[in-house]
């Protein structure tokens, strides 16, 4: 069995639905022997308040200053890097950019989760079926071709917004596979949701976990497509037990090859 080196997703109680002391993540970390670790809380947007699900701007110093000493504290026993989890919007692109030029951040990764229009929130699953699954898989594979993230959280998310896999499902899965081997990014094997809910049934038919959905990783080991692991902790006690056997079902049951070791020393991004 292939041992995971890293982890790049995982979250900081200033999101409002994460808990527990940064410190204790990475001591989990070191704890599972990872080699990489990144934080990448759902990215804090200037002058927006969405309680519960991103820290407020005045957070934002507070998450830098905290990462930054735990790296330098832990540095001889794993490689700490700075991030944020971020919703493609066009409005934001510039500020995403500025995060990683200003070397605030090591690294962004993609999770589209809702969009802001007029500084309202919209959750995709508050659209009708069709609207909802062509928004999020245009939003997402624009957000892929910015070059701004490091790779794509929970591309399936998109199975919890229905309960069927039919034509128009698939045709956003091979959208966004075709979009990632494009644009070359890899697509996150996400650990969160079948850590926390198990699987579930779709269509009242057959059962799945809701991500990582099955069919889509069939389709996804049929492509080029890069494929990593992403733990999504909201606990510490996540670091550590992460939900191994999921990927290890998802490897067996699809044949897709996970990247096991990823180190994002040298290149965090295509536009650095
Ligand atoms: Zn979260
Ligand atoms: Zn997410």
Redesign the pocket.
Known sequence: MNKIQYCYHSHTYRCGHAIGEDEDYIKKAIEFGLKNYGVSD?VILPNIIQEGMRGPCTLLNNYLDSIKKLKEKYQKQINIYTGF?CEYMPQYVEYYHSLLKEKKVDYLIL?Q?CYFKDNQVVWYHHLDRTTCLTQYTNHLIKGMSTGLFLYV??PD?FMGFTDKWDDLTKECAQKIIDAAVKYDIPLEI?L?HARVYGMREFAGVFTYYQYPFTPFWDMVAKSKAKVVIGF?AHRPIDVLYPGVEVVDYIVKATGVKPIYDLSIKDKKNKIL
């Open positions: 759902h989890e999770g989760h959280a929970h998310l996400n969160a999504d």
